[in-house]
């Protein structure tokens, strides 16, 4: 036969006596008989309704009941106590003061167990979940990730709204792509980022302290005294994202349902979302910064390998001429270009350019330019008029931003006559016999700035033993090691000054002079600011041999 159940009557329906009905009202070896309490609406009164079980207001009208076998008095009343001590029937026991005391003390200490232990398995059922999400996600992408998590604490913590913000280490501003365009507008941020060094508030607060941030009433919390809140705004939770004790970024969670605001368990939940997530968004963030290093590294392979294809293998062998030409980019790809152009006729068109931006896109426009020039080159008309379509063309083929200046001359063989047009180059340098120097100025603005500009023309007679040398602002512009001393212009016309007085008309001296008199302004970082700083030299030195 089945054991039979102990009758128990419960006075008091207060706390104590609430638990006491979730405890026993399940039992295989209990049976609740009545609850008791003089307030009608105490909670256990309100669960003992609701679970079927008879209530009353006066413990007497259940003394009589011959199935009753306990009763247990959480009242703490003395009187109580002694009334149902001597109004009892004799097999009946009382069970009050100390050992109620024992008993709820029982009761609580189950309760906090059932409640640690609930919790845990909340906290990794929340963190399995979540890794599960990210993993089902098969996303690297800082966005993807950032939507997972927000998504799982706001749904953890009961909010409708909340978001993921990481820090750009490079602009040190807040991102987010979590956040709806409503809220963006009630922050009034533009962009979708905040300054996070100098923004104040909420985000400063966490910024300052490194720590979780909790407030169930925004608009008179002390700590944001003078920051004027959304009025829908009436709960925040935000925690860090640490990693190796470095802040990188923000989780928040806001406007907790049902009016209660969040609680301490709130709190602890997202801190422990944020710790496990903290270094996958860091993570993610790499992966992007590597992936656009490794894009770029990609461009700028591309980049040289255009730029190397455009420039001349070798300088043009030309009888009484010995012409030089040589670049070097200040990174792996520079913006300068320099060509050498057979014409008909007897004649060497010879050009020095330098187009705005660096990489790819500057390369493109370098590939632009020198099919532009090639193109002009081949039509019989002047010099002048050949850079102003130079100039048209690439005013209406690029961005407003896109430009290029550029020295271009013709050399007539025969005659020994260079005619050029400067379109805003750097000026070269024409040294003739007496010691006399000239610079070729004579043109008009860069290239791609302004439609249909005028551009001017001039001729220069090379004589014996006269050295042109045309160069870019690369050479004038290098810093030497300590990046306080500019090359300058001054340097540069010394020594070309010396040069040509001890050096004139040999051929491979004016490119290797360059290069010897910028390593003695750098000194031993010379090597590293050729293949960072220096962009091009080149020079036309006349001979009659």
Known sequence: MPESKTNILIIGAGKGGKLLIELFYNSGTVNIQGVVDTNADAPGMQLARELGIPTATNYREFLDHEELDEIINVTASESVQEDLLSRKPLHVEVIGGHSAKLIWDLIEERRSMEDALSWELKVNAAIAELSSAILVEQSFSIDDISHIVSEHARRLTD????????????????????????????????????????FSGLWGWVLDNKKPLLTNDPATDERFKGLKWDQTINSVLCVPLMVKSELKGVLT?????????????????????????????????????????????????????????????????????????????????????FDFIPMEQNHMAI???????????????????????????????????????????????????????????????????????????????????????????????????????????????????????????????????????????????????????????????????????????????????????????????????
């Open 351 to 545: 050009c020095l350019g330098d187009v705005s931006g660096k990489g790819l896109p500057a390369s493109l426009l370098m590939a632009n330019l020198q099919a532009t020039l090639r193109g002009q080159s081949l039509h019989p008309i002047r010099v002048n008029e050949r850079v102003e379509r130079a100039n048209r063309l690439l005013y209406r083929s690029t961005d407003p931003e896109k430009f290029a200046t550029l020295f271009y001359g013709v050399l007539g063989l025969d005659d020994n006559k260079l005619t050029f047009s400067n379109a805003g180059h750097e000026n070269p340098y024409l040294f003739s016999g007496g010691n006399e120097t000239k610079r070729l100025s004579t043109g008009g603005t860069v290239l791609g700035v302004v439609d249909n500009f005028p551009y001017d023309e001039e001729v220069v007679q090379f004589d014996q033993g006269d050295v042109l040398v045309i160069f870019s602002d690369g050479i004038t512009e290098a810093f030497d090691k300590e990046d306080t001393d500019q090359f300058g212009e001054e340097r540069l016309d010394r020594f070309l000054r010396a040069f040509y007085e001890r050096f004139a008309g040999t051929r491979q001296a004016t490119t290797e002079l360059f290069l010897e008199s910028a390593k003695t302004h750098l000194g031993s970082e010379a090597e590293n600011f050729f293949r960072q700083e220096l962009y091009r030299k080149a020079s036309v030195t006349a001979d009659d041999d």
């Open 159 to 198: 909010s409708p709204f909340g978001y993921v913000g990481y820090i750009d280490p490079n602009t040190r501003c807040l991102v987010s792509t979590t956040l709806t365009r409503d809220i963006w507008e009630k922050c009034n941020v533009a962009d979708k980022k905040i300054i996070f060094e100098k």
């Open 253 to 337: 969670a806001y406007n907790k349902k049902g009016g209660g605001g969040f609680s301490e368990d709130d709190q602890r939940l997202l801190a422990i979302i944020a710790m496990q997530s903290a270094q996958v968004i860091e993570n993610a963030r790499l992966y992007e910064e590597q992936e656009a290093y490794m894009r770029m590294q990609e461009e700028v392979r591309l980049a040289s390998r255009i730029q190397l294809d455009l420039l001349p293998k070798e300088p043009p062998a030309i009888p009484g001429y010995d012409i030089a030409g040589r670049s070097i980019p200040a990174q792996m790809v520079g913006g300068d270009y």
